[in-house]
């Protein structure tokens, strides 16, 4: 009994009585470090080895036992009471009950967990990963220092840093809307997150703007499959209808069109658009004079210029993203180059394609697309590779 309680000080995994005869139980963890199955749990709760010894134990008497586990059938338990009868048969003589543990834990051979036993195995095997990661210690690879299991998260990549330097850089991504690149920060990780991780590490607040922009980003991308209700206050999307591509209905139970953004007109063509209509009438009656009053007196001189001075703003702004961008060959994403060499890789599809024609590369040499003479982008691979912080011969020298 003083050897056992040496084996498991400091645990409550052993008892026994002082009283005779000496009784008393083990609590024993079987080890399923060995099994080949992914999805056998890492932890089991474990098997409780109950003993009695009777007073000619052990040269005489082997013990008197009982097996108690949650997850193992009646009748599996009395096969492996079987199992330790024969080792007290090949043991006789000797103390036991340490080859009897041994034998639960590293020797039980295959075994099916109960299927009323799943839901207690696995809250056991998540409580025992959190106290056996939390008694370890990791290098962040972010903030680069040793922290202790309790400060960190692993993430399904197996990756693991701790939660302070997650929560900023997370919080510092959604914060500034670029939420497709929240996931693993290890370098060359492609892992996205899960809820459950970004719940473990950001505030409510964090996850739910994360959540709001990962939808409106997804609309927003899948044009062909859904588009944005154009119904005041709604702010929901709806699915694009599979026999008809311009009708979309939203979860709001709203039906529109999706081309001139109207209720929903049947199989009709959409209607000319009166705003603009409205505006070229007004540019006409501001160029030569005639029926200006009259306008200015049916809509409002302030409402017209309002509307005027709108329009010139979005055609400016088209014109500017038109001018200094470049749209994804395969994806249509607009991309903005502010300084690199012209080998393009498109975040959102992966595809890679030249910036300065826009022509997609072939996978197997996609340099080559610089090295064919006599077409605009020969030997232009690091034209502009400096970009506004060039010096002009600095820029020739690498041209």
């Not at 006409?284 to 409402?303: C, S």
Request: glycine share 8%; proline share 4%; hydrophobic share 35%.
């Amino acid at each position: 009994m003083e050897a056992l309680a040496a084996i498991y000080a400091d645990t409550p995994a052993f008892t026994f009585t002082d009283t005779k005869p000496t009784s008393g139980s083990i609590a024993v963890e079987v080890d399923t470090s060995d099994t080949t199955d992914s999805a056998q749990p890492k932890y089991l709760p474990p098997i409780h080895l109950h003993f009695v010894l009777p007073a000619l134990y052990p040269l005489v008497d082997g013990p008197r036992i009982s097996l108690e586990c949650s997850w193992l059938s009646t009748k599996s338990l009395a096969m492996i009471e079987k199992q330790l009868g024969e080792i007290w048969r090949v043991e006789g003589g000797m103390c036991v009950l340490d080859s009897y543990a041994n034998h639960l834990r590293h020797e039980l051979g295959s075994f099916t967990i109960g299927v009323s036993s799943l839901p207690e195995v696995t809250a056991y095997n998540e409580r025992r990963v959190e106290e056996v990661f939390g008694m370890q210690t990791f290098l962040c690879m972010i903030c680069m220092e040793r922290q202790s299991g309790r400060h960190c998260v692993e993430l399904g990549c197996t990756h693991v840093h701790c939660v302070q330097c997650l929560r900023e850089y997370w919080g510092m991504l959604i914060d500034e809307g670029s939420v497709w690149m929240v996931r693993c920060p290890h370098p060359g990780c492609p892992q996205p997150i899960t809820e459950d991780e970004m719940g473990r590490v950001l505030d409510r607040e964090r996850v739910r703007r994360y959540g709001e922009l990962s939808e409106q980003r997804r609309v927003d991308m899948d044009s062909t499959h859904c588009a944005w209700c154009p119904r005041e206050g709604c702010g929901r999307w709806g699915a694009r209808d599979r026999l008809n591509d311009k009708l979309c209905i939203c979860s709001c139970g709203y039906a529109f069109c999706v081309c001139c953004r109207r209720v929903w007109h049947g199989t009709s063509f959409c209607a000319i658009d009166s705003r603009m209509q409205v505006l070229e009438e007004y540019r006409r009656a501001l160029e030569d004079g005639v029926g200006l009053e009259a306008m200015q007196k049916r809509y409002g001189k302030a409402v017209l210029e309002s509307m005027l001075e709108r329009e010139e703003k979005e055609s400016e702004s088209l014109r500017f993203i038109e001018t200094v961008t470049r749209a994804c060959p395969t994806c249509g994403v607009r991309i903005v180059k502010a300084y690199g060499c012209n080998h393009i890789r498109c975040t959102q599809c992966n595809s890679h394609f030249c910036y300065l024609c826009g022509e997609l590369f072939g996978r197997a040499d996609p340099l080559a697309h610089f090295r064919v003479a006599g077409t605009g982008c020969y030997l232009k691979l690091l034209e502009g590779v400096l970009g506004d912080q060039a010096d002009p011969e600095e820029e020739d020298d690498l041209v």
